[in-house]
């Protein structure tokens, strides 16, 4: 693992928050958090993960396995997102045929989109 404290600043600042608000989000103290920033701790696995969930990102980004910022996975709270943590719930239990409908509205939905677009 090769943790970037770069990166991290890098996607702190992408946000907008300070290091306090990153803190916070972190359910960290603002020394604890500054620790990481500074390079004088090196994050666990688990705390990676956790921040790059928390941030909009990926692990493998923190630790410079990618370029690419994006997230690769996306975490839906029942108690913030209650209605689309049950759409999803229910989806997942549909099966096959419920994600194939769901596809073929996205990509509908996608498409009359670009067409505004342009």
Do not use: H, W
Not at 23 to 48: D, I, K, V
């Amino acid at each position: 693992m090769a943790f970037s404290i770069e990166r991290l600043i890098s996607v702190r600042e992408s946000l907008g928050i300070n290091k306090s608000e990153a803190a916070r989000r972190l359910n960290l103290t603002a020394m604890g958090y500054g620790r990481y920033e500074s390079g004088a701790r090196t994050p666990s696995y688990q705390t990676l993960c956790y921040m790059a969930q928390v941030f909009g990102t990926s692990y493998e980004y923190l630790c410079e396995e990618t370029d690419d910022p994006s997230p690769n996975e996306i975490v839906i709270s029942a108690k913030k997102e209650p209605e689309l943590f049950a759409f999803v719930q229910d989806l997942r239990a549909d099966g096959k045929a419920a994600k194939g409908r769901l596809k073929a509205y996205y990509e509908m939905v996608a498409q009359m989109k670009q067409n505004e677009e342009t």
